[in-house]
């Protein structure tokens, strides 16, 4: 059991695994992966941790201050005395939590001896300490180290501004000069030994060379341009309904920095190699097809995602076509991401693919409302957008998360025919594709599918889809009780072998449906 319990909505998973090295880093003991292991009780598991937990960090973004899980825990942490809140977004927090001073994690370079987790950790031993927070002296502290975090802020621009203008070809310079901190940084890369604040560091630095120089403009000018939107990426559209040009500047700037900062930390020095390369036009395509290469050939890296993430924003900002099917990829291992789905949008809006487009722009909008919880209108925007996607790759997903949205309100019937939509669509691209991101997820659809059937009360039909799937995809149980049923009172011919796909273990958190006796089947 873990002193420190991590709150986080998971569309930020990326953004959070800084703060929780970090703590660790720093020696506590702390719990925030929700990827469980296979066989485990989820959603037990979580209250467990979240009850045993000291202290409860919670990490307000957009994301996690629209999310009902994240505010429920909150709200546990907060009546318990246990609340330590962090900003990464300079957000309005939820109702009930604005008297509860949120420690400012907005301009963190993501270093664990940074000014901001100096204060982070005064609280956090108090908490776990079992003694009062000193609310004077810390106030007086952060008043104090506001002060260093604006003067290390201008000392980190100088610095960036001086490696920037010692900018050289090659990607590894034999002992570059001090003030070469681009040459330095990418030197640290090379050997695997980048700190995560330097893996921020260096996606500043090469973002621009990935992306373009005039959408970095865009993205990081001090100003908006006359007629410029402040609106977020989530909500700038066309009138036609497709994601904006502005949008996705915005989008694709902030899915290139946190893949890069997650690929910065890849094991493969193939990987960080092609992931530095990608800023430069002269080696951005071969970079690209290397790392696309490398994620058809290893479909268990936890990182394939983020490979897919990274290929779809440069790809698409460049204009290669590798990167719509990069994105096309992303869009099957993480179907909530919305950044996702905006970029695919601009993506086909540029193929002149007009009805994906803004069928791909309401997706991103339908996946936004059901990562904040309103489950109703992210099913409205869902059903409106699936018969506009064409490519089953597509479909595969979308009609997986309206199975999803049905199992969560109880309706197992309904989740079991879009679980077999998904299904039928992910078979047809692994006839086509075996080595697509959406062949992968075969086994999630089956177990969804074999699960909604057993809790609507058809469990023969169950467990006959079952073993027509353990056939034909080599799909494991999804759990004991189901198989045990299956060979029991069906005779059901199955292997005894029980686990769990590795995006229902990443979800559990996400869906809780009420466990429903089976009707008897005849």
Known sequence: MADVFISYASEDRNRVRPLAEALQERGFNVWWDRSLAAGQDYTAIIEKELKVAKAVVVVWTQSSAASTFVRDEAGRARDEG????????????????????????????GG???????????????KLSGRDVNSSEIERRRRRLGT????????????????????????????????????????????GQLTPEQAIQLAEILESGALGEAQSARVDGAAPAPGASSESPSTMATSDGVVSEAAFDATASEAYRAAFTALAAHPDAQVRLAVAQMSQAGT?????????AYAN????????????????SVGEANGNPLGQQALEQASNL???????????SRSYNRANRSAEAAAAAQVSEGVEAQNAGDTVAAEAQLQQALPQLTSPELRAPVAAELGTIAEQRGDF???SARYSQAYTAREQVAQQSPNSAAADVIQADAQQLVRALD???????????????????DVAAPDQELLDRCQRQFRTQLRNDVRLAPQLQRRAIEVQPQRTTPAPTP
Request: charged share 25%; hydrophobic share 45%.
């Open 82 to 109: 246990r609340l330590v809140p962090v900003m990464l977004d300079p957000v309005q927090l939820p109702l009930g939590f604005g008297a509860f001073q949120a420690e400012d994690f907005t301009r963190w370079n």
């Open 112 to 126: 664990a001896n940074a000014p901001q987790m100096q204060l982070l950790v005064e609280v956090l031993n108090a």
């Open 148 to 191: 260093r975090i604006r003067i290390v802020s201008v000392l980190t621009v100088i610095a960036l501004i001086a490696g920037i203008a010692w900018v050289v070809n090659d990607f590894v310079r034999p002992d570059p000069p001090p003030t070469d901190l681009r040459a330095e940084l990418l030197r640290l890369l090379a050997e």
């Open 284 to 292: 951005r395509d071969a970079a690209m097809q290397t790392l696309w």
């Open 297 to 312: 050939a290893h479909p268990d890296d936890p990182l394939r995602d983020e490979i897919y993430l990274l290929c779809g």
């Open 334 to 344: 993480t179907p909530r991401d919305p950044s996702v789905w905006r970029m695919l």
């Open 413 to 415: 019937s309904a989740a």
């Open 455 to 473: 809790r609507s009360g058809r469990t023969r039909e169950a467990c006959e889809r079952l073993r027509q799937a353990q056939q034909e995809h």
